[in-house]
């Protein structure tokens, strides 16, 4: 029983781990702006974002891409794309208030926000990030020339040009008036602006004339 008892507990603690995100993962969330909202409409998610904000490794993961001229034009992407009008339009919904409103009554939450600012191993990390190895490959990047290549011909390549003739695409600003349109873009609140919400107060004259049931197809 006390085996059986063991092996729940390291699944149970393996699955918590692997359900984490790493540094690499909070940095790219982070350099996102349609998804960089889900830190703020889940405490749990902020709680994990600000824990791997204390490790140096996501310091170090978000200057790699920031020397990067292809994370600058993922950022433009996804400002353009009518998925970060989703992304901050889901505010208004009342479920995330009550998420936070949950969080700040939970002491669990507190106590999972300062975990990593008494963890002294956060502070060991800081302390050896200059001997890092990456942070040393960092300081030799500016006398690559490859680097210098990769900024100068940024404007000519064809992702960077295929964003520049972006807003002469119609389909762009229909696809954002369809975002804006749709109802599931603003959550619970969405539902006033469904017609199928109101149902037979949409039409008052519905109860009096149902509507007859299609005929079976001939087979």
Do not use: C, E
């Not at 702006?33 to 994990?48: E, N, Q, S």
């Not at 920031?66 to 994370?71: W, Y």
């Amino acid at each position: 029983m006390k085996k059986l008892s063991a092996l729940i507990l390291a699944l149970v603690a393996q699955s918590a781990f692997a359900a984490a995100p790493t540094p690499d993962a909070t940095a790219a969330q982070l350099l996102d702006p349609a998804k960089v909202a889900d830190l703020a409409k889940d405490p749990k998610a902020a709680v994990a974002a600000m824990t791997n904000l204390m490790d140096p490794a996501t310091a170090i993961a978000l200057a790699q891409k920031s020397m990067d001229p292809a994370t600058f034009t993922k950022m433009m992407q996804a400002g353009m794309s009518p998925d970060i009008l989703k992304a901050y339009a889901a505010f208004l919904d009342p479920a995330v208030s009550m998420k936070w409103l949950a969080a700040g009554m939970d002491p669990n939450f507190y106590m999972a926000a300062i975990n990593p600012m008494l963890n002294p191993n956060m502070y060991t990390k800081w302390m050896m990030a200059p001997v890092d190895p990456r942070v040393l490959q960092m300081a030799m990047a500016p006398l690559n020339p490859n680097l210098y290549m990769q900024w100068a011909t940024a404007p000519l390549a064809p992702a960077n040009m295929n964003m520049m003739m972006a807003p002469l695409n119609p389909n762009l600003y229909t696809q954002w008036a369809g975002a804006a349109a749709d109802p599931k873009t603003y959550g619970t609140w969405g539902a006033f602006m469904n017609p199928a919400t109101y149902g037979n107060m949409a039409n008052p004259f519905a109860g009096l004339f149902p509507v007859a049931a299609p005929a079976p197809a001939a087979k």
